[in-house]
């Protein structure tokens, strides 16, 4: 089993950054590809970012490219996401995952999923 423990959400200003984390621990995450889905109130849960695990392809929901960042550091099994230039419509809990399978895991199909952490920005 894997445990994906999500940090870093809080309340900032329309125009600030926030960098979440994600700490996977349980076992060795081999060749596991990494990502973020989000999930307003109302909404369904909503892909946003993923990374394989050399982290030579990345993949961006259209709503975010340009102003987030995915990235992983393997040695301390964490995978992190940068977020600036942040809108109110980014408001929302933001939930880590981690796949075998890329595509698996962007259609929201991954096996393993975090607590959440909320986000929310305000205009």
């Known amino acids: 089993q894997v445990q994906l423990v999500e940090s870093g959400g809080g309340l900032v200003q329309a125009g600030e950054s926030l960098r979440l984390s994600c700490v996977a621990s349980g076992r060795t995450l081999g060749n596991y590809v990494m990502g973020w889905f989000r999930q307003a109130p109302g909404q369904e849960r909503e892909f946003v970012a993923a990374i394989t695990y050399g982290g030579s392809k990345t993949q961006y929901a259209d709503s975010v490219k340009g102003r987030f960042t995915i990235s992983r550091d393997n040695t301390e099994n964490t995978v992190y996401l940068q977020m600036n230039s942040l809108k109110p419509e980014d408001t929302a809990v933001y939930y880590c995952?981690?796949?075998?399978?890329?595509?698996?895991?962007?259609?929201?199909?991954?096996?393993?999923w975090g607590q959440g952490t909320q986000v929310t920005v305000s205009s």
């Open positions: 995952n981690a796949d075998s399978g890329f595509w698996l895991l962007v259609n929201g199909r991954a096996d393993y």
